[in-house]
């Protein structure tokens, strides 16, 4: 795939900012974007989704926000907490084809 | 969330042997699910994608005879890795869709990922 060989990025906050992780998505036709959070050794967990007919999304800490005119992508988490560190990654998908996944953020959160 | 189950989540065999890994979906029924390989701190690399019934589709430079994959139900799918050598040792990590009526907007849920070393 087109994303290995690449460095994660990484992000670091202090316990207790807000953090936002921030992606950029490549087919501006991708109508459902999802964001994950793959702790180390583990596989990949759903966090929150979006809907292309949407530009914001809250959950419980987290906010994504979606901007289609630049193709970019969101996810917001307030108050951070050491238990967030991990790495980020977005989905993009386009109309129920395969799910195209971007390179990951890893999230370092400072004590 | 909906569930996968993937299994085991650690394997250490020896030059030469096969393994066998498991996806199943635990409580929805997935008629496609997708095997993933990931090299440390690298994003997750699309193996294939299996469908229940029939031939898994395999990416471009993935060698189907050496990754084995049976979806035989529409729980269950299978990761074989045969004649396993040393560069075989990866993280491979299986998801499933939850099927919507109108196939859009399908969530994609991931098995908790095997660390294969291969000795």
């Known amino acids: 795939g087109e994303n290995v060989g690449l460095h994660l990025p990484t992000l670091s906050v202090q316990e207790g900012d807000n953090s936002i992780i921030n992606c950029a998505y490549s087919?501006?036709?991708?109508?459902?974007f999802i964001w994950y959070k793959q702790e180390s050794g583990k596989g990949p967990q759903f966090i929150i989704d979006?809907?292309?007919?949407?530009d914001k999304r809250q959950g419980q800490r987290v906010t994504v926000l979606l901007n289609k005119t630049v193709k970019h992508l969101s996810l917001q988490i307030a108050a951070t907490q050491p238990g967030d560190s991990a790495v980020y990654f977005c989905?993009?998908?386009?109309?129920?084809?395969?799910?195209?996944f971007g390179p990951g953020t890893r999230l370092s959160v400072l004590p | 969330g909906a569930v996968v189950s993937q299994h085991p989540s650690r394997v250490i065999c020896k030059s030469g042997t096969s393994v066998k890994i498991e996806c199943r979906s635990l409580?929805?029924?997935?008629?496609?699910m997708f095997w993933y390989r990931q090299f440390p701190k690298k994003s997750l690399m699309l193996m294939a994608t299996?469908?229940?019934?029939?031939?898994?589709?395999?990416e471009q430079g993935v060698e189907k005879d050496k990754f084995l994959i049976n979806h035989a139900s529409l729980t269950l799918s299978t990761l074989t890795v045969t004649s396993a050598h040393p560069e075989d040792s990866s993280f491979y990590i299986c998801?499933?869709?939850?099927?919507?009526?109108?196939?859009?907007?399908?969530?994609?849920?991931f098995g908790s990922g095997t660390q294969l070393s291969v000795l």
């Open positions: 989905a993009e998908n386009n109309y129920g084809q395969n799910f195209v």
């Open positions: 998801s499933a869709r939850v099927p919507r009526a109108d196939a859009t907007n399908e969530k994609l849920f």
């Open positions: 299996s469908n229940e019934g029939s031939k898994a589709t395999y």
């Open positions: 979006i809907r292309s007919n949407m």
């Open positions: 409580d929805f029924q997935a008629t496609t």
């Open positions: 087919n501006s036709a991708s109508d459902y």
